[in-house]
């Protein structure tokens, strides 16, 4: 038996034994036929380094396809590694490093913050499988750049250049998921000055980012000059006082991560709040698949969004090696067995490198609206390796 057919197994009995324990029909033991068949579509896309699979409209085939540059391009190449962990199928190796290559001007790319996802999602994962210099060199260069965007005045990484008509300095909660290249550039490098920028900006986010309830605000502008806080607003949710859910997701895995490699309590503190705010919300849907707003005035009829769910989901397996609060695993096990069933996972009819359906991108643009989104694949394969 071949390693794909045996994690095929594996996750078989998984589902099977969460099947009889929470009474989930057990023709969801299927799904882990078409996570194989999924799996391998990755394999088949093309490589094509101004192509990487962004997400895709269901209704018309239609992939949205994407160069380096974009904020998204380092998930494929990081689906990839991690199958390759996941399976232990040298193709998918073989496949990862060609598309990782594509992601190495980026470290050089200081135009958004964005430079931590599309570095460490692919060179990061490359370096778990192979402990290679290039590697670290990509990642450590790329760490240099996000440098680049940091103001000491407002103690913060500066997220976006564009809309300076509508705000100064603007810092987002996502920018939470780019501290991870600069702690592990620091590590790597022995950099000091890496680390002390990452814990600068945690800081700063903790201290303006949070609601009183433990909810978080997308966007928080800032005036460069005094470092003061202008406003408090949001790009993707439905207004400004609404309740994102990616970007609670973000917040979680954020301060979760960065306790990692801090041990600061008031990271995980302030994890473990907005994780209890997400887990016991009253508009969150019984299978653990948010909304793609909490606020959203349409719910039940508004959109769900399964990249929220796996961002969430593999937040939760850290916080719990951390915290050994069982209701954190019990919660990320209810999410993955959720979206381990044809409800959620891509139709096998459909030739495209996605695995799940149904996630939300920009909702207020009107963009990438319950469809497959390349980020809820990787942070779902996270997920499953974090679980295991």
């Known amino acids: 038996m071949n390693k794909v057919s045996f994690f095929t197994l594996i996750l078989g009995f998984a589902l099977l034994a969460t099947a009889c324990k929470s009474g989930i029909n057990s023709q969801n033991i299927s799904a882990s036929k078409l996570l194989e068949n999924r799996y391998k579509m990755l394999l088949e896309y093309p490589v094509d380094s101004l192509s990487m699979p962004r997400s895709m409209t269901t209704k018309t085939n239609s992939i949205k396809k994407v160069p380096s540059k974009d904020w998204t391009s380092g998930f494929f190449a990081g689906n990839l590694w991690q199958l390759y962990r996941l399976t232990g199928n040298p193709q998918y190796k073989e496949q990862a490093a060609k598309w990782t290559a594509f992601s190495k001007k980026e470290s050089v790319n200081n135009n958004s913050h964005d430079v931590g996802f599309k570095v460490f999602c692919s060179f990061g994962e490359a370096l778990k499988v192979e402990n290679k210099q290039e590697y670290k060199d990509v990642i450590i260069k790329g760490a240099e750049t996000l440098c680049t965007r940091f103001d000491p005045k407002v103690s913060a990484i500066r997220s976006w250049d564009f809309n300076r008509e509508i705000w100064d300095y603007p810092v987002i909660i996502d920018n939470m998921m780019n501290l991870e290249l ?14 002390d920028i990452a814990i600068k900006h945690a800081n700063t986010t903790l201290k303006n980012q949070f609601r009183d309830d433990n909810s978080c605000y997308h966007v928080v ?14 790009l993707q949710g439905f207004n400004d006082d609404s309740v994102w859910a990616r970007g609670q997701a973000w917040a ?8 990692r490699y801090t041990k600061d309590e008031a ?35 508004a959109p769900r969004d399964v990249s929220a769910a796996t961002v969430m989901a593999s937040a939760l397996y850290e916080l719990y090696s951390y915290t050994k609060n069982k209701s954190y695993l019990a919660f990320a096990d209810k999410i993955i067995a959720t979206l381990n069933s044809d409800k959620y996972i891509l139709d096998a009819k459909i030739n495209a490198p996605f695995i799940l359906d149904h996630s939300t991108g920009n909702w207020p643009k009107h963009d990438e609206i319950d469809e497959p989104i390349i980020y809820a694949d990787y942070y779902f394969l996270e997920a499953l390796l974090r679980k295991k």
Do not use: C
């Open 182 to 195: 600069l702690f592990e550039a620091s590590k790597l490098s022995g950099n000091k000055k890496f680390r």
């Open 221 to 234: 502008d800032y005036d460069p000059v005094s470092g003061a806080v202008r406003k408090k607003t949001t």
């Open 252 to 259: 979680v895995y954020g301060f979760t991560m960065s306790y």
């Open 267 to 301: 990271y995980i503190k302030q994890a473990e709040a907005t994780a209890k705010f997400f887990m016991t919300n009253k508009n969150l849907p019984e299978d653990g698949v948010p909304y793609w707003d909490f606020k959203d005035p349409s719910i039940p009829n």
